[in-house]
């Protein structure tokens, strides 16, 4: 089975940083694109990272471009996604899906909450 888990998560004052990690298993991690996706209670997921299987192709919503950074070690099969700059409305349930965008399997998230 397909199983995805996300640390790396929890309270923050605007302005800090928090690195993510996902651990998959039950399949062959270098061989898929990973996504981050993000939702804020009473929100829409909202789809704000990538990375193809290689790595060499990321992408990244505008909301958190040049503040986060995605990365992966496929011989850890393991997804990470480096977070700066923080802001209030970054807190969300982050979680990480198999593939290039947000309708694949997915972990069951870590709690971001940017507050001061």
């Known amino acids: 089975d397909v199983q995805l888990v996300e640390s790396g998560g929890g309270m923050v004052q605007p302005g800090g940083s928090l690195r993510l990690s996902c651990v998959a298993s039950?399949?062959?991690?270098?061989?898929?694109?990973m996504s981050w996706v993000r939702q804020a209670p009473g929100e829409e997921p909202e789809w704000i990272s990538a990375?193809?299987?290689?790595?060499?192709?990321?992408f990244y919503d505008d909301s958190v471009k040049g503040r986060f950074t995605v990365s992966r070690d496929n011989s850890k099969s393991t997804l990470y996604l480096q977070m700066n700059s923080l802001k209030p409305e970054d807190t969300a349930l982050y979680y990480c899906?198999?593939?290039?965008?947000?309708?694949?399997?997915r972990g069951q998230g870590t709690q971001v909450t940017v507050s001061s």
């Open positions: 899906v198999r593939g290039w965008g947000p309708f694949g399997p």
């Open positions: 990375v193809n299987r290689n790595p060499i192709i990321t």
């Open positions: 039950g399949f062959t991690f270098s061989t898929y694109d």
